[in-house]
């Protein structure tokens, strides 16, 4: 007789793993497996999930369930035994054990467990013969990799579910604990500190600590041991090492899940001696790797690639390596990716560095990189652009790793001639990144790594000036341009003028040609566009002589924003329409799109909506395929002026505020602050004033600091309007007479976008202040600097006021944009206070805002209303939007029938 075995006492509930448990019973009881095997990587959690399944599968096998741990073995020919033996299978003396246990299980209907077989893969045969003779046997094995047998099913265990780190501030703390590891965490975390609990202030540290564990259980509950003594944040900044911190695990576990240096090496002391080898090599990758980088990088002289193959296919099924994810459908030239996890990475990059071959290995990574950097700099304005974005953006961490290895420690390693050339193919290597870390967001990074690759090899005082001087010239213009973009204009300036300079001095054309667009790119965002068509309009010869039909149409574009900026806008349609002409010729699939969005631009502020629109949405429609946050920024910016445009207040805001969160995710500087003044302009509009004041002054700030002058005057343009509009009539004056000698000194023209909608602003000043009054304040204010003028705002008082009286907290006060409109004894009238209130808000109405309603009443649209009037449909709205918030209306019908009640009507 025998009876069910006991399973190993199990002291803690399972956190999470409902699925895994589901799934892994389910495939179970399917009639057609027999032989499950769970596999995944050291610290996974494999031997806990087999033990839910056995325990919640307990009753199901009537001859009941044995569970055998095969840890302390490394005998393939010790597994029989140790089965028979957990069986209670006595040996007869007459026949093998393999025999007996064969007999033994002949009838029976049971589920057997074998934990941790990965070291004594060579029995696997062994299960295959016991399946063989007991039909209604059923073995469910642990395993680092699979055993391939016939029949065999392999379930992956995945590390614990994580949320992603850029949305944790999405979450509340409650909501971050549906995720597994984040719940892990906090549990064994309040085992050794019960008072601990997750907060909005340090659940980023905690999700940021679980996700560099790579959601690991055993790595998670080692690193929770440590907050007896450390916060989250604490513990987070020692996680650089994991390895030498993820120890002291509990004593009554197997000494290689103690620690998490001990869990991998036991998977590692299982490879053979050319498995050892690739292992370590592969930690000179970061972030995945491609089989021809394998290949490549990490080959032995005279390996052929196969054998390579081979040796990273077992890797693969030792779980030590992964296959990520394929590529997608319809994707061209992209090869299967493989990587792995950071904790075993950090296990296998230590190894690395313990052998003789390191500097080899990481010199053939970056060199390899190098090639692909160079290869994509070109792809990266082709027809295959988007074969290109994806190949870089799955390599971008490789780069990185490459960059500072030539930067920071091959040099320090090597002699000086030879140090030279590690920083000369770090130069390399950046320039050839430039166009995609300035067209796809990475201002900030490529700019940190152009501006110390500069700093390096600027060192380099006796280094062949003929190779290095090119490079450098062009590290100046990617690092200017990138500058231009993060609102820096100063610095920006002065790095393209020094790759002039630099590329006239090497009389390098393809050089100048780059070089000329930079400084013209500068000048034209700063509003300097006299000088910007110079140097577009010789870029665009010296393009013409190298016959460079990309560049060409850069030029054009640039001479677009030039003639746009100088409100000569059939010279700028002319100008975009070329630019894309020609970037449709040389297969350029995204910044043609720029030049369509500027298009759509063009017809937007002349007025003609629909056309607008139609160019915008395709353009945004465009951008989403190339995933070019830049552009959908600016796209959905512009459609967002047309919805205030229409008085469609909140899909404007909407669409505002994702432009924003984009052009932020960007670190694009201008597109920030013009987004702030186009969305503050918005939310005042529906009465949120504090919030739309707010937004303008962020806006004023960002452009003062990076010496942003034509953002400045509209920064400056839409506070004189909000100032006015809060009843602040002689800030808004000042403002206006800063902005108007501003301009004069910056040389930009009227009649750009701003200043239609502020071309009456005077007028209306002069109303209220008195013509006296507004000169004097106009002579005292017209010598201020913009920074002056900035340190004077006071809008407090006026939105302190606006809110009392919107929650009726202020009795008997008169609207701000009274003041100064009666004597102080008139206004304290019991009468004057007591006015009707639409008569109150017909004396507010400027006799420009009463043409307006009156022609609006007639029916007239607001492009008719505009040319009757000589002004900008955009000002017409302007115009619409200050009457609503005045007569108290919110629709077109509601301010007619106002204007025919107090006979506004010709």
Known sequence: MWSKSELPNLTTRLIGRERE?????????HPDIRLLTLTGSAGTGKTRLCLQVANELRDIFPDGLFFVSLASLNDPAQVGPAIAQVMGVKDSGNLPVDENLNQFLEEKELLLILDNFEQVIGAAGLLADLLAVAPGLKILVTSREVLHVYGEQEYQVQPLAIPPLSRVNEYEPSELLRFEAINLFVLRTQAVRPDFQLTRENAPAVVEICARLDGLPLAIELAAARGKFLSPQALLNRLDKRLQILTGGARDLPRRQQTLRDAIGWSYGLLDEREKRLFARLGAFLGGWTLEAVETICHEPGEDNLAVLECLGSLVDKSLVRQLEP??????????????????????????????????????????????????KKGLQGADQLVWLERVEAEHDNVRVALDWLLEVAPAQAPAEKAGEYLLLAARMGVALGWFWYTYGYLGEGRHWLELILEKTGALTRWDKTRLHPVQAEAWFFAGMMARNQGDFRQAEIYCERSLDFCRALDDKPGILDALYGVGAVAWAQ?????????????????????DTWSMARSYHGLGEVESGLAQYDRAATAY??????????????????????????????????????????????????????????SLMYLGGIDFDQGKLPEAETRLTESLVRFQQEGYRPGISRTLNFLGLTVFSQGRWREG??????????????????????????????????????????????????????????????????????????????????????????NLSPEEVAEKLDFEKALTERENIQTGQAKNMQLPWFSGDLPAETEALPEKRGRNPQNRALDELTSREIEVLGLVAQGLSNTQVADKLSMAPRTVNVHLTSIYSKIGVTSRTAATRYALENHLVP
């Open 327 to 376: 590529p997608q459908a319809g994707a061209k030239n992209l090869e299967s990716r493989f990587g792995m996890l950071e904790t075993l990475r950090e296990y296998a990059q230590d190894k690395l560095l313990e052998s003789e071959q390191a500097n080899t290995i990481r010199e053939r990574h970056a060199r390899y990189f190098l090639k692909v950097a160079e290869a994509a």
């Open 577 to 634: 329409k070329g630019s894309l002409r020609l970037f449709r010729q040389v297969g350029d699939p995204l910044h043609g799109v720029f030049s369509m969005l500027r298009l759509g631009f063009l017809a937007w502020i002349q007025g003609n909506w629909p056309e607008a629109s139609e160019r915008l949405q395709e353009s945004l429609q465009l951008f989403r395929q190339v995933r070019n946050n830049w552009g959908i920024a600016y």
């Open 527 to 547: 509003g300097d566009f006299v000088k910007a068509r110079g140097y577009l309009e010789e870029s665009l010869e010296v393009g013409a002589e190298l016959n």
């Open 693 to 782: 004041v707010r937004h303008n002054l962020e806006s004023l700030e960002l452009r003062l600091s990076g010496g942003d002058k034509l953002g400045t005057i509209y920064s400056i343009n839409s506070l004189a309007l909000l100032s006015e509009e809060l009843g602040l009539y002689e800030q808004s004056a000042r403002l206006q007479a800063v902005m108007e000698t501003y301009q004069e000194k910056v040389g930009t023209p009227n009649g750009n976008l701003y200043n239609d909608k502020f071309n009456d602003l005077n007028d209306k000043l002069v109303a209220r202040l008195g013509k006296e009054r507004f000169e004097q304040i106009w002579a005292e204010s017209v």
């Open 21 to 29: 448990v589901a799934e892994v019973s389910g495939l179970l009881m």
